[in-house]
């Protein structure tokens, strides 16, 4: 019932920058865990970033730490994930999700989410 909208995505060259937003139609935003996945061609969907309901709280996978965040705006129940010094290895897919179950740490699984989004492709280009 949760439903997701991504956009942001593109095509950006070795070392440059995209910010990803995702919006959810819930009410009760404020109250999930989002995060952020990617699946690249022939791989899995894997974790990049998430992020407690207040924003206090971030966790992200090592390929990405120091290059993207995650943040969220919940007045308008949007989660956004900033891309910075991007690789051609961070070419994939990227989907947001919301966990909406309470848990003491936030989540890195993708069994531990409830809804997604419908994916925005990112490539970057040599």
């Known amino acids: 019932q949760v439903q997701l909208v991504e956009s942001g995505g593109g095509s950006v060259q070795t070392g440059g920058s995209l910010r990803l937003s995702c919006t959810a139609s819930?009410?009760?935003?404020?109250?999930?865990?989002m995060g952020w996945f990617r699946e690249a061609p022939g791989k899995e969907r894997e974790f990049v970033a998430a992020?407690?309901?207040?924003?206090?709280?971030?966790t992200y996978a090592d390929s990405v730490k120091g290059r993207l965040d995650i943040s969220r705006d919940n007045a308008n129940n949007t989660v956004y994930l900033q891309m910075n010094r991007l690789k051609p290895e961070d070419t994939a897919v990227y989907y947001c999700?919301?966990?909406?179950?309470?848990?003491?740490?936030?989540?890195?699984?993708?069994?531990?989410?409830?809804?997604w989004g419908q994916g925005t492709q990112v490539t970057v280009s040599s």
């Open positions: 999700a919301a966990a909406l179950f309470l848990s003491l740490a936030l989540p890195t699984a993708r069994s531990k989410y409830d809804y």
């Open positions: 992020i407690s309901p207040s924003g206090g709280m971030t």
């Open positions: 819930d009410h009760s935003f404020s109250a999930y865990r």
